[in-house]
């Protein structure tokens, strides 16, 4: 004959308790949270490298030949595409633009692009026009060399009325 074990007695559950089962027993970050969470590391990481490179570079002649060639590209555009009269002005210690207004007046720019730039301690521009220079609607703009000079490095930009290009200067004997 066979001997059956005595069933063991039923619990009864505290009505209180309550199981959990929200997390299966698994917890911690998805690979999609890990890559977020990288991704934004990486790309803070980027931004202040490249905050630290531009506070510690020195300004150099030939970014500012570039920068004033640059602009001085801008502003021949502004003016032929905006149909209106642009001057190029310089000052002692930097250089802007103005637009002429119908009474021949210059009103100076302020805007980002065309607003007045300082040049760095050490840097001199030198025009072989006197300002204002006019950058005509149709290209007519008189043409100008600017050298851009530290006392050790100089760099020519040259304005056809049309183009703008900044070129090392060639050395002197």
């Known amino acids: 004959m066979a001997v059956v074990a005595p ?25 999609i949270e890990m890559l977020v969470v990288l991704a934004i590391i990486g790309v803070a990481a980027g ?17 500012e030949a570039r920068r004033l060639a640059s602009r001085l590209q801008a502003a021949a555009d502004d003016a032929m595409l905006g149909d209106k009269l642009i001057a190029f002005t310089a000052e002692p ?44 609607v149709d290209g007519s703009g008189k043409p100008i060399a600017a050298t851009v000079d530290n006392g050790s490095r100089r760099w020519l930009v040259r304005y056809d009325g049309m183009t703008a290009t900044a070129l090392p200067a060639p050395a002197t004997p």
């Not at 063991?8 to 690979?31: C, I, K, N, V, Y």
């Not at 210059?106 to 300082?118: Q, S, V």
């Open 7 to 31: 069933a063991p007695p039923a619990r009864r559950m505290d009505p209180g308790f309550r199981r959990d089962d929200s997390h299966d027993g698994q917890t911690g970050m998805t690979l």
């Open 47 to 63: 931004a202040v490298t490249l905050g630290i490179g531009a506070a510690t570079r020195k300004p150099s002649v030939e970014s």
């Open 93 to 136: 210690h930097g250089y802007g633009f103005a637009t002429i207004g119908a009474n021949g007046k210059l009103a100076p720019r302020t805007d980002d692009a065309f607003a007045p730039h300082t040049l760095p301690a050490g840097i001199t521009l030198t025009l072989d026009v006197r300002p204002p220079l006019v950058l005509g």
